[in-house]
């Protein structure tokens, strides 16, 4: 449960008191898919280590107050370059150009996740698919194929709802390169602001399908997933690379990051792993964190 002093930000706006006038605390944002792992930690973080120096030694002894907000994985290598943010949460790989603008950062895989293909178990498609090839999306995704029997004769005649994450989303931005190539997606589809408002979405429209975090959606009984390839996103799979949208959940860091940042992303690749297992997302070795 989150305490009186997790604050989770709602919008840009509250993020423009500069960090440097915020000497005690420290702010975390972008990926949404990250955003309940990182709140969770944080909270748990701030009840273990009321000040930092009690986390470390040589960081004030001040109380520990940490700002958590989602905005995307878009969002949170911005914020981290603009000087916003002290973490971005990005939930891809960064860009090359991403890396040479901030200057060789700091990168940690806090766990690892996939891009999943999602309905609502009622969805006329989990009746008829265990799975889909990339062609298959693509020409879903595109709006090539936008009726059920397009997809399999044997359905309804039925238009398909197809749900995905803005711009800003890392899923978006995997799925376009893997999956969608030089295709685009269809300018008819739903978009959606967070990783949380895409799963009710599913959750309450069984004409729906979405690329959508694996980890998001593990735990969900309304929802199932879908084999991409010849491989389901199971845990295995998406290890060994079999599952081919995987993907890690990084934190990101300026490499002069400071010692309340450093004992942060301490406890998230330690003791916070756990968290990471329970909200159904694949907990990483500390020793190997680093990329």
């Not at 491989?231 to 799979?237: C, F």
Request: aromatic fraction near 6%; hydrophobic fraction near 45%; include cysteine.
């Amino acid at each position: 449960m989150l305490t009186r002093r997790l604050l989770l930000a709602a919008s840009l706006a509250s993020l423009s008191i500069s960090v440097a006038a915020q000497d005690a605390s420290i702010r975390i944002g972008g990926s949404t898919t990250s955003l309940p792992i990182i709140s969770t930690c944080a909270a748990h973080f701030m009840e273990k280590y009321p000040t930092w120096d009690r986390a470390a030694p040589s960081a004030p002894k001040e109380p520990a107050v940490i700002y958590v907000t989602g905005g995307g994985s878009g969002f949170g290598v911005r914020g981290l370059q603009n000087g916003t943010l002290d973490v971005g949460m990005v939930a891809r790989d960064l860009k090359d150009s991403e890396v040479k603008a901030l200057g060789n950062p700091q990168q940690r895989v806090f766990a690892r996740d996939a891009v999943a293909i999602a309905t609502n178990a009622k969805n006329p498609l989990a009746r008829a698919k265990e799975g889909f090839t990339s062609a298959e999306l693509a020409s879903i995704f595109s709006g090539e194929l936008q009726q059920f029997s397009q997809v399999d004769p044997k359905l309804p005649a039925k238009p398909i709802v197809l749900v995905t994450r803005d711009a800003s989303g890392g899923v978006t931005e995997i799925f376009q390169e893997r999956v969608m190539k030089q295709a685009k997606l269809s300018p008819g589809r739903l978009q959606m602001p967070s990783t949380a408002a895409l799963v009710k979405r599913l959750e309450t429209n069984d004409s729906a399908i979405a690329f959508v975090s694996a980890g998001a959606v593990s735990q969900d009984g309304d929802l199932r997933t879908y084999a991409v390839d010849g491989a389901p996103p199971s845990a295995d799979n998406i290890l060994s690379g079999r599952y081919a949208l995987n993907r890690p959940l990084l934190l990101v860091t300026r490499a002069d990051a400071s010692p309340r940042v450093q004992a942060f992303i301490t406890y998230a690749l330690g003791e916070c792993q756990q968290v990471v297992k329970e909200l159904g997302f694949i907990p990483i070795d500390a020793k190997a964190a680093s990329k």
